[in-house]
């Protein structure tokens, strides 16, 4: 069993700035790629960004150059650091990661969600 576990979530205002956190634990054998989600109400979930296990980081249009995403695989940890947060970012954040267990062959996995409102 793996479970993903998110923290940082919050209300923040415009210009602001909030660090999701993500970690997951379980019998895991290797961690993939690992990406964070989100999803505002009443639209679909869209993916944020990704980072491979050696690093390498892709971004959505709308998040360049505000957002970056780190991880520590002997922590099997990543993280969102949202900078500059608009209240277009709004939604609901979610983990998700590719992950090969000691039982399970290669899937992916989601966190349950962290919710992020940026308002003043």
């Known amino acids: 069993q793996v479970q993903l576990v998110e923290s940082g979530g919050g209300l923040v205002q415009p210009g602001g700035s909030l660090r999701l956190s993500c970690a997951a634990s379980?019998?895991?054998?290797?961690?993939?790629?690992m990406a964070w989600y989100r999803q505002a109400p009443g639209k679909q979930r869209e993916l944020v960004g990704d980072?491979?296990?050696?690093?390498?980081?892709n971004y959505a249009d709308s998040v360049k150059g505000r957002f970056t995403i780190s991880r520590k695989n002997a922590m099997n940890t990543v993280w969102l650091q949202m900078n500059s947060l608009k209240p277009e970012d709004t939604a609901d954040y979610y983990c998700?990661?590719?992950?090969?267990?000691?039982?399970?062959?290669?899937?992916?996995?989601w966190g349950q969600g962290t919710q992020v409102t940026v308002s003043s």
């Open positions: 379980g019998r895991i054998l290797t961690i993939y790629t």
């Open positions: 998700n990661a590719r992950i090969a267990t000691t039982t399970n062959p290669l899937r992916d996995y």
């Open positions: 980072i491979t296990s050696n690093g390498l980081t």
